[in-house]
C-alpha cells in the first residue's frame, strides 16, 4: 500500500521542525495478518498533526515500498529537527536485535534466521539513518512486541517465544516499546473489544494528547494503563522505554498551543513506485473539499468570526476530525476575548455560545471550550442578575437553570451558579442551583462550597412543596457531615410550627440526631 504523506506545507515556526513516518502493518501475506496496526497509524497522525508535526502515514508497506518510505522521511528531516518513527505490525528478535517485518516477509523455517535478517529492517537502523541526517532528537516507539509470526504447526517454524529484545540507544534517543522485554503485546483485550486500537497504541495516544507531559512521563503513564488493562484479562504487559536524551523533551507544550496554530492544508502525495506496483490497492485520502480548505484558510487568518459562520457548508459527510478541529478553533478563537472584554449584554454574550455550543454537538468533548462556556456564561448571568428586577430577574433564573442543564452536565458548573446565586439573588434561591450537581458525576464536591450552608438553612425554611425546600433536604441529606451542626443548631432556635422545623425534624430522625432542644423542637411538631 502507498505511503500517503499528510501536513507537508510549511508549519508554523518552531524552535525545530517536526517529522515522523508512521507504518501501520495488517496485510501480512505470509504470516498472521493483524487487525489494529494501520489504525493505530492513523490515529496517532491525527495526534501528531495537532502537536505541527509533518507526517507521512505508510500501510502495509512490503520491503520495497518501505525503503520508499524511508527515503521520503529522510528527505524531509533537516539538521536540528525532532524525528518520530512509529511502526505497528510484527517483529522479531534475531540474537539481541530487533527487526521489524515488512507484509512481504517470505515463509521462513527452522534455521533461516539469516532471510528474517535480509528481508526485514534493524531497528537500529533507521535510529542510526535518522541521526546521520542531524536529527537532534529522535523518537523511536514500537508496537510490534507480538507473537512469534514464523512459528508452524509441526514445530518447523523459525524459533522465538515472540517479543522484542531491550535496546540501548545513543545519546539523543527516546525509544517506548509496547510491552517488556520477551513480552507479548495484545492487539485486543478480548474478541469483543470493540476499540479500533492496539492495547499499547490506544492509551500511548491518549497520553500523548495530555499538555505539558514530557516524553518519560508519557511513556510511565502508558505503561502504568497498559499494564492495568492488561491484568484484568490475566496478562502481563508492561511497555519499555529507554531514555537517552539529555534534558526534558514536551512534545504538547501549553494546554490547547496546537490549536491556537494555524491548521496546515494537508497535502496528499503517494510515493511513485508503489502506484506503480500496486494501483489496485492503492487508497489516497481525498483532498478537502473546496468549503473546507476555504474554512482551514480562515483559521490561518484567525478570522474565527467569519470561520464559525461558515463551519456548516461543509456537507455532514465531510465533517471529519479535520473539521471537529476548525470547530474548536473558531469557538475558542471567537470567545475567549470575551472573558477579558467589558462591553456586551448578557444577551449577547448568551448568543455568542449558543452559537458554538450545543449547535455543535462535537464541542462537548472539548475541556477548553466547556470551561470557557462556563466562565462567560456564568459572568453574563451575573451581568444580568445585576441589571433586572420583577419578572426579568425571574427570567434570568430560569435560563441560568437551563444553560446548567444543559449536557453533559458539570458538577464544578452546578456549584459555581448555585455560588451565584447566593451572591446575586437570594440565598433559597441558589438550593436548586447546588442540588444539581447530584445529576453529574462527582456531585459531593459540592458539599465543601463555602455557600452552601446559608442556601440550606435558608431553604429549609421554605413550604415544604417549593423546589427550593425540596433540594435543602436532598442537600442535607447528602451533605449531612458538613451541615449537621448548623442545622439541629437552627432547629433549636426555630418554632414547632415553622417550615424549617417541619422540614428539618425527618433528617434528624433520619440520622439520629435527635438530641437536646432540638428534639424537643421536633417532640413538639409531632403532638
Not at 458525576?441 to 450552608?453: F, I, M, R, S
Not at 433549636?492 to 440526631?513: G, M, Q, W
Request: proline share 6%; charged share 20%.
Amino acid at each position: 500500500m502507498a505511503a500517503l504523506l499528510l501536513g507537508l506545507t510549511n508549519p508554523p515556526a518552531l524552535a525545530q521542525r517536526r517529522v515522523a513516518l508512521l507504518v501501520g502493518n495488517n496485510a501480512y501475506q505470509n504470516v498472521p495478518v493483524l487487525n489494529t496496526a494501520i489504525n493505530d497509524a492513523h490515529a496517532l497522525a491525527e495526534t501528531l498533526g495537532k502537536l505541527n508535526f509533518s507526517v507521512i502515514v505508510a500501510e502495509n508497506q512490503s520491503s520495497r515500498a518501505m525503503s520508499e518510505a524511508l527515503l521520503a522521511l529522510d528527505r524531509m528531516v533537516e539538521p536540528g529537527d525532532t524525528a518520530l518513527f512509529f511502526f505497528a505490525g510484527h517483529g522479531f528478535e534475531i540474537r539481541g536485535e530487533n527487526f521489524l517485518v515488512p507484509t512481504d516477509i517470505p515463509v521462513v523455517g527452522e534455521g533461516q534466521e539469516e532471510l528474517v535478517r535480509d528481508a526485514a529492517y534493524p531497528a537500529t537502523r533507521i535510529v542510526e539513518r535518522l541521526q546521520a541526517r542531524g536529527a537532534r532528537t529522535v523518537i523511536l516507539v514500537l508496537d510490534a512486541c507480538r507473537n512469534n509470526p514464523f512459528e508452524r504447526s509441526g514445530g518447523r517454524g523459525l524459533k522465538g517465544a515472540g517479543g522484542l529484545a531491550p535496546m540501548t540507544p545513543a545519546e539523543g534517543v527516546f525509544i517506548l516499546m509496547s510491552a517488556g522485554a520477551k513480552q507479548v503485546a495484545l492487539d485486543r483485550l478480548s474478541g469483543k473489544d470493540g476499540d479500533p486500537n492496539s492495547v499499547f497504541s490506544r492509551n500511548f495516544i491518549r497520553e500523548l494528547q495530555e499538555p505539558g507531559l514530557t516524553l518519560v512521563q508519557i511513556a510511565k503513564r502508558t505503561q502504568m494503563d497498559v499494564r492495568t488493562m492488561a491484568s484484568t484479562i490475566g496478562r502481563e504487559q508492561t511497555p519499555a522505554y529507554y531514555d537517552q536524551i539529555v534534558g526534558d523533551v514536551v512534545l504538547n507544550g501549553a494546554a490547547g498551543a496546537a490549536l491556537a496554530a494555524a491548521v496546515p492544508t494537508p497535502q496528499v502525495a503517494a510515493l511513485p513506485s508503489a502506484i506503480a506496483k500496486q494501483p489496485q490497492a492503492l487508497a489516497v485520502r481525498p483532498p478537502p473539499s473546496e468549503a473546507l480548505a476555504e474554512l482551514e484558510a480562515l483559521a490561518a487568518d484567525e478570522s474565527w468570526h467569519e470561520l464559525g459562520t461558515r463551519l456548516t457548508e461543509v456537507k455532514p459527510t465531510e465533517r471529519s476530525d479535520r473539521w471537529k478541529a476548525l470547530v474548536e478553533q473558531a469557538a475558542l478563537g471567537e470567545l475567549a476575548p470575551l472573558t477579558s472584554a467589558s462591553s456586551g449584554s448578557p444577551d449577547e454574550r448568551l448568543a455568542a455560545i449558543e452559537h458554538y455550543y450545543p449547535a455543535f454537538a462535537s464541542l462537548r468533548g472539548s475541556q477548553r471550550f466547556m470551561a470557557l462556556r462556563a466562565r462567560i456564561g456564568l459572568d453574563a448571568f451575573g451581568r444580568c442578575f445585576d441589571r433586572s428586577d420583577g419578572e426579568e430577574l425571574q427570567r434570568c433564573r430560569d435560563r441560568l437553570d437551563r444553560f446548567v442543564h444543559t449536557a453533559p452536565m458539570s458538577a464544578e458548573l452546578a456549584r459555581d451558579a448555585g455560588t451565584l446565586v447566593v451572591h446575586k439573588l437570594n440565598h433559597a434561591n441558589a438550593a436548586p442551583f447546588f442540588a444539581m450537581a447530584f445529576e453529574a458525576p462527582h456531585g459531593d464536591l459540592v458539599c465543601a462550597a463555602p455557600e452552601l450552608e446559608t442556601a440550606v438553612i435558608s431553604a429549609l425554611g421554605s413550604p415544604g412543596e417549593w423546589l427550593e425546600a425540596k433540594s435543602a433536604v436532598t442537600l442535607a441529606d447528602q451533605c449531612w457531615p458538613n451541615l449537621q451542626r448548623a442545622i439541629v443548631a437552627e432547629v433549636a432556635r426555630e418554632t414547632p410550627d415553622s417550615y424549617y422545623v417541619h422540614n428539618s425534624c425527618p433528617l434528624l430522625a433520619k440520622h439520629n440526631a435527635m438530641t437536646g432542644s432540638a428534639a424537643a423542637r421536633c417532640r413538639a411538631t409531632a403532638k
